[in-house]
């Protein structure tokens, strides 16, 4: 019920980024300027390596976490989130180090910025770099949270904060306050939101008591034996999906990184909105892992891949096919250039979507290094073919420098990897998960065609009004051609189910307290794989 609770919420809280992103985005850049905006990006972008010194510890503190609470032992609960405190505060000391260098040394050095962009730049890194030294320690009170399945809590904590934020952006701007004050005030909200999720914790957890005397170095050691791979990974993602700005920047300049963001944003909404199912599938498909239940990961990669391809593709369908209109009556014609570059990356995003749960079965099985080695190679080779294809062929050579390696690294060999762990021939299961998107994308894809042909998009409204037609009929045609009787019988009682526990949720939680749990612990709910 929690899990329903909590998926539903994180929906919220994605729809709200969405919304307000695509609301304030071309407000904010037509009151700071194109060039000012970019440069407000490409700082950005590089705190965005900031998060990798989590070294991967996220997920390992709250599967610790978990098995303390199941056992019933909150000494040990209270040892653990201590001890990330205390390390997650030395991570802190080093990110502010690190700002400190690139403040002085690499901002100054970084070319195509004048010397007023760089003063800007390198307070805009000081501010944002705060942000990201205190939010370290804070990451583990939402891990806390999470722990006690109190997903719903951090939700609307993250709700209010992207709420407040807009709210201020908006007053910011409209009362003629420039980049800095802009980036020092939504960074003093996204502060108060990391209070918030110290509320939440407390509230799940009264008994939970942070203290440095509680500091465990063997508890340390646990954690990180764990989740030094997942590290590796997220450091090979952040690569590939982030490095593009910091080319674009250094070849082309501020401007071409304030048109490739819209590019980058788009493919970063359509992964968002697809990727929240594959996400909440993680804790099941570890738990088949440790049973060692082979056939109930088969069916997980089957119908994981199936359900995960099945929304990116109809998602992807009408992005890609009113890409055109969409940006430019968002952003204006100056942004004309993200629409190639969008659609290549959007491809790449039906990739990385599709073949979520692929990886999550490799590392279930043991078989993480392999997952690790493909991303890396996959960040390299990104490096290496946006920096050779950039001079050539522009923004779409960066983005085609994202999606070759993926064709390659996730499609062939992490897929045929996950289908030989379960004793799958990769043919079957390539057919068992395309063929409901394939049929209806086709179909989706027929009627878009004739839509732009026969009526033009002339407006805003009209371009989502045609959207939202072509993704009804992508919904029709896979209730009636892409899934055969058997799986539309099977999903619709699951999409029952699902209504029933989420209005049952709705009132269970505005009729109970907060801090009550499970009696059996935090992990008794579990997501059924159709």
């Not at 063997?218 to 791979?229: E, G, K, P």
Request: with cysteine; charged share 10%.
């Amino acid at each position: 019920m929690n899990l329903v609770v909590g998926t539903a919420t994180k929906y919220l809280v994605l729809a709200l980024n969405i919304g307000l992103g695509i609301v304030l985005m071309p407000f904010t850049v037509r009151h700071l300027g194109q060039t000012e905006y970019g440069v407000w990006m490409l700082v950005a972008s590089m705190t965005t390596y900031f998060q990798l010194l989590d070294l991967g510890y996220g997920n390992g503190v709250v599967r610790h976490l978990v098995d303390a609470d199941r056992r019933g032992d909150v000494a040990d609960v209270n040892r653990i989130a201590s001890t990330f405190v205390c390390v997650y505060a030395g991570i802190a000391v080093v990110a502010c180090a690190a700002i400190a260098v690139m403040i002085g040394v690499v901002v100054p050095r970084f070319p195509h910025l004048s010397s007023a962009q760089v003063r800007v730049a390198q307070v805009l890194l000081a501010i944002l770099g705060a942000r990201v030294a205190i939010g370290f320690p804070l990451t583990v009170f939402g891990a806390v949270t999470n722990a006690r399945q109190g997903f719903a809590l951090n939700n609307l904590v993250a709700s209010a904060t992207v709420v407040a934020s807009a709210m201020c952006t908006y007053a910011v701007l409209e009362g003629g306050g420039g980049l800095l004050t802009l980036v020092a005030m939504t960074t003093a909200v996204s502060i108060l939101g990391y209070g918030g999720y110290a509320w939440t914790a407390y509230r799940v957890m009264p008994e939970l008591r942070i203290r440095p005397s509680y500091f465990s170095a063997s508890r340390w050691r646990d954690v990180t034996s764990f989740s030094l791979y997942l590290f590796a990974i997220s450091v090979a993602g952040q690569i590939s999906f982030n490095i593009d700005n910091i080319v674009v920047g250094a070849c082309l300049g501020p401007a071409a990184v304030a048109v490739y963001t819209i590019a980058l944003r788009l493919s970063e909404y359509q992964r968002r909105l697809c990727d929240q199912f594959s996400g909440m599938l993680f804790p099941v498909v570890m738990a088949f892992g440790a049973d060692g239940d082979r056939e109930a990961l088969k069916r997980t990669l089957v119908e994981g891949n199936r359900i995960a391809l099945t929304l990116v593709a109809g998602a992807s369908v009408c992005l890609v096919g009113f890409s055109g209109p969409l940006i430019v009556r968002w952003m204006g014609p100056a942004f004309a250039g993200s629409v190639t570059p969008f659609n290549v990356l959007a491809l790449a995003g039906v990739i990385v979507v599709s073949q979520a749960v692929s990886s999550n079965v490799l590392i279930a099985v043991g078989r993480h290094r392999i997952v690790t080695w493909i991303w890396a190679a996959e960040a390299a080779m990104n490096l290496v073919l946006s920096v050779a294809l950039v001079r050539t062929m522009g923004l779409p050579g960066i983005a085609l420098g994202t999606l070759a390696p993926l064709v390659v690294g996730h499609l062939v060999v992490m897929f045929s990897a996950a289908c030989r762990a379960v004793g799958m021939s990769v043919a079957r299961c390539v057919y068992e998960t395309t063929r409901p998107a394939a049929i209806a994308g086709g179909i989706a894809a027929c009627a878009c065609v004739m839509i732009r042909v026969a009526r033009p998009p002339a407006s805003a409204t009209t371009v989502v009004g045609e959207a939202a037609v072509v993704g009804l009929v992508y919904v029709a045609s896979l209730a009636t051609v892409g899934f055969d009787g058997e799986t539309r019988r099977v999903y619709a009682c699951h999409v029952r189910r699902a209504g029933a526990a989420f209005v049952s949720a709705i009132a269970a939680v505005s009729g109970r307290r907060a801090t009550n749990v499970d009696p059996e612990g935090p992990l008794s709910s579990s997501v059924s794989v159709p």
